[in-house]
């Protein structure tokens, strides 16, 4: 069965850093596309950052903050974010495809047939 865990969500402070990891178990995530997505308090998900053949796509949200990037060799995906705001604060999903992603719609949710059950991040002083 194929499964994705997400890790790294915590409590931070305003101004903070924290990395998120995508792991998996029953099929390596080399070969997948990957993408990250949250779901804030009393909003829908919304697409963050996604990887893909070594492309990697942002949000306007996420550009300059965010940093998405692959560990082959660990088979990991992870999420740096930076700076944490409170607007920050939600469950972040990690997610996969086992194909490249159209770059006009990387962070579309339909392309994405693998969720993991997100790890939640919370923002405050």
């Known amino acids: 069965q194929l499964q994705l865990v997400e890790s790294g969500g915590g409590l931070a402070q305003p101004g903070g850093s924290l990395r998120l990891s995508c792991t998996a178990s029953g099929f390596s995530l080399d070969e997948y596309s990957i993408g990250w997505f949250r779901r804030a308090p009393g909003h829908g998900r919304e697409g963050v950052a996604s990887?893909?053949?070594?492309?990697?796509y942002y949000s306007d949200t996420a550009e300059g903050r965010f940093t998405i990037s692959r560990d082959n060799a660990n088979h990991g995906v992870f999420l740096q974010i930076n700076n944490l705001k409170p607007e920050d604060t939600a469950i972040y999903y990690c997610?996969?495809?086992?194909?490249?992603?159209?770059?006009?719609?990387?962070?579309?949710?339909?392309?994405?047939?693998?969720w993991g059950r997100g790890t939640q991040v919370t923002v405050s002083s």
């Open positions: 997610a996969a495809v086992h194909d490249t992603l159209n770059a006009d719609y990387p962070l579309a949710l339909p392309w994405y047939d693998h």
């Open positions: 990887i893909s053949d070594g492309d990697t």
